[in-house]
Every structure is written in C-alpha cells, then in structure tokens.
C-alpha cells in the first residue's frame, strides 16, 4: 500500500488527555513536527512540543523587528498561529499561520490591541498580567477579522516579551461537535453488528473499537496501529489496499467482501465499507466498518 504524508501540518494536532495517555507514542511523533494541543473541556490547556520549538519561543526578543536566521526559519516554517510580543506589547514576530489568518495586523510594531475586536480588552489585560507574574493563562476575544469567530490566546512570558498560541476557539468547538456526531455513529454501527476502526494514511491503525477485537480475536492494545490489510487474508490484501487508496484520493466510500482473520488462524466473512476522514478540507485518514456475514 502507497504511503500518504499529511498534506497540511497543524490537522489533528488536538488530542484529550486519556488518548495521549493511551497512545503516547503516536502523540510523540507527531508534536516533533508540530505542537500537539492537549484539551480540557474540548479547549486546549496544555501544549505537548518539542524542546527545539520551546527553545526558539522563549529565546529573549526585543522590540525592534526580529533579524535572527534560526527565529526567522521557525516562524516561516509554523502554520500554527504564534505572535511574539516585546515588552511594549507589540509585535516583533509572526508566523507563517498568524501572517495569514491576520494580516497587517501582526506585521512588526503593530499593536497588541488590533488583535481582537476594538471593545474587546481581555487580550490586553492578561498579557499585563502573565508579564507580571510570569505565569500562564488562556483567554478568549472575539477576531478583530473575523467578529463571529472566537480566539483562544495562550499566553506564556518569555525573557524579553511574550508568546501568544491563537487558535480559533470557534472552530474547536464545532470539532467538538463533529467528534461527538462521530462517537455517536460508531456506536450506532456496533450496536448494528459493525466493527469499527480509524486507520491514518500510513494504513495503521490509530482506533480500534472494541467491537474489532471481539471479530478479530485480538486485543485493541494489538490491533492500535497494526497495518489494517493484516486483518485480512493474504488473497484480500491487495483488493483491500486498493480500496483504501481510492477512498483517499477518489474522496469517495468504498466496499467489498472479504475474510477477516480470526485469531490468525479461522476466517470470517465481512462485509468492509471505507471512507475518508476529513478534517478542514483535507482526507486525515479513513473509517473502517465491517460486518460480519451470516454463518
């Protein structure tokens, strides 16, 4: 099976703590590559990164335009939005995310303030604050771009100014929705006889419900990120890898027959229906269901 890499960095990248709990690993490996939001309530609260990231945010600034190469490089490369604040309060850095979400409104020197609505001044406030007592907090406004949509400000103090991680408050809440519709059908399809699972687009395994590990034989433990065409029989498995890809790149659900493997050993006969798993306009993975056949 082809491998697909993720096509737009920062997808995905929340997670509760019982999941990172659980799958710490794959929790790891991803917030190499970009920060991993940890959320409480279905908002983020703790930020999972790498210490090379932490090390270039907490790096000291000051209030004139930011000129070093290693900083610069960072910024460019993060789609995430972070905005570097001086110890004036404006800015002196942006990344690549925050450039594009707002603007003129982070170019350097630009003012704290022009980042949420005008009335707004919980922004302002608790930047005052996290700089005094270096401690963070997380605070909402509503986008001076965008005034139906909410931001969530992270805000961490630094040597020489502050940090701001911006995320669209807005958007986590409709994902919570949508995860919540999600969790919802699965168990409509296991109480139906389905079998479910969520496979990345290496073809792994990053779900499986426990439904799986009742046809299979196999514990969720060893099914979470065992190859999904290992399920089948050695005939199934190109039929089944080809499914899989056209559900990712045709953006269409797929299905076919097919043995499943029981105990590695008897076989079962399922019915297996594919779907890409979307997230912000872009296939993240795809939803496995099956259901056993009648004997």
Known sequence: MAKHASQTAGIEQQVTASDLVRHFGIWQDRATRAPVYILHRGRPRLVLTSLDV??????????????????????????????????????????????????????????????????????HTAVMRVSESGLSETVECRSARFPDRLLAFTINSGPGGSVLQVQDATALEERQHWRDRHESLFRASEAAGGAAAIVNLRGRIDYASPKLASLTGATVEALTAARLVSLVTVGDRSRLGDAFEAAIDQRSPQSLEGSVLVGGAALRRVMIGLAPLLSAGHVVGVTVVMNASEA
């Not at 995310?97 to 707004?120: H, I, K, Q």
């Open 54 to 123: 932490m090390d270039a945010l907490c790096a000291p600034h000051t209030s004139k335009p930011v000129n070093g190469s290693h900083l610069k490089t960072l910024l460019e490369a993060v789609a995430e939005m972070i905005v570097l604040l001086g110890p004036d309060y404006n800015v002196v850095g942006a990344s690549r995310g925050a450039r594009g979400y707002f603007g003129d409104l982070v170019e350097n020197g630009a003012p704290l303030t022009g980042l949420c609505a005008p009335s707004d001044e919980a922004l």
